[in-house]
């Protein structure tokens, strides 16, 4: 993998994100969920545009594809306990 897709998957991982002094918890935890989805979702779009058919980048791709994925899953867990609540 390249060192700029380690970067980024260490990145998303440790992900932290500041509240605005405004805002309550649901629009804090939602743009936290959003930001690091759209996050992967951004780096897959550019690992794509660079791949051009060749598989020079299928690890990077398929790493932070997979990481993406346990971010929805966080997403939609978190969705679902805040909507049962």
């Given at each position: 993998m390249?060192?700029e897709?380690?970067?980024?998957?260490?990145?998303i991982?440790?992900?932290?994100?500041?509240?605005?002094?405004d805002?309550?918890?649901?629009?804090?935890?939602?743009r936290y969920?959003k930001s690091?989805l759209?996050?992967?979702?951004?780096?897959l779009?550019?690992?794509?545009?660079?791949?051009?058919g060749?598989?020079?980048?299928?690890?990077?791709?398929?790493?932070?594809?997979k990481?993406?994925?346990?971010?929805?899953?966080?997403?939609?867990?978190w969705?679902?306990?805040?909507?049962?609540?």
């Open positions: 390249r060192v897709t380690i970067n980024f998957v260490n990145r991982k440790n992900y932290e994100l500041k509240r605005n002094y805002e309550d918890e649901f629009t804090f935890q939602k969920y690091r759209n996050s992967c979702y951004g780096y779009k550019l690992l794509s545009s660079n791949m051009n060749s598989g020079k980048l299928n690890d990077d791709y398929n790493e932070v594809m990481l993406s994925k346990e971010c929805e899953k966080e997403y939609l867990r969705k679902e306990n805040y909507e049962n609540t």
